[in-house]
């Protein structure tokens, strides 16, 4: 198989959400199927919304995976009502039945990012990077950075991670942990311990 960059197609964007329920263990946070097919979705509309730079790979004509960063002083790449739409009803609901449990989350990344920032002025930040697990290939993530550093040579930039998902690809790449905070996600009857980890590297 052969991977090549190209423009990422509509049809694969539930490809990638599958890619990121699967990579970053959306299944941790709850036992219902529906409601992590929802997330997922949220997750990968709220990205795209935010979205300066869009990178996908293709293995042959297959989906193999795709890298969404938000670069400071770029025009965002997706317009999208129903995307948009879907996020906003996500988020009110959201925190209409989960309070103080994903905002634990969000609060212990602005905390890093507060600290992060005191000494550090980043370009821009990787939102999503996810591989299509049905692709049976190696090197589809270093693929999609090295492609991401080739276009912003000499930028720094900065993303958020977990324990739940595969934070080691990072540090094997370059990239420096430059926060980290552990938390409780109290999602109903549901307890999560996490360890919330914030990344940085100048891209070469």
Aim: net charge positive; proline share 1%; charged share 25%.
């Amino acid at each position: 198989m052969k991977l090549e960059i190209r423009e990422l197609r509509k049809k694969d964007y539930k490809k990638a959400i599958q890619s990121a329920i699967i990579g970053m263990h959306f299944n941790w946070y709850t036992d219902s199927k529906l409601a992590v097919n929802l997330y997922g979705k949220y997750f990968w509309y709220l990205e795209m919304t935010r979205a300066t730079q869009v990178i996908a790979l293709y293995a042959d004509d297959e989906f193999a995976g795709v890298l969404l960063a938000e670069m400071k002083g770029e025009h965002k790449k997706f317009r999208s009502f129903w995307g948009s739409f879907y996020v906003k009803a996500f988020n009110m609901l959201h925190n209409l039945f989960t309070k103080g449990g994903v905002s634990v989350y969000e609060e212990a990344n602005e905390e890093m990012f507060a600290q992060y920032t005191k000494t550090n002025t980043p370009d821009g930040e990787i939102i999503f990077l996810a591989a299509n697990p049905e692709i049976k290939m190696k090197g589809i993530g270093s693929a999609l950075l090295r492609e991401f550093a080739s276009r912003n040579k000499g930028k720094e930039i900065y993303l958020y991670t977990d324990n739940a998902c595969t934070y080691e690809f990072y540090e094997h790449r370059g990239f420096h942990r430059v926060g980290e905070k552990d938390i409780v996600l109290q999602l109903g009857k549901k307890q999560v311990d996490l360890q919330c980890l914030l990344y940085s590297k100048v891209l070469l």
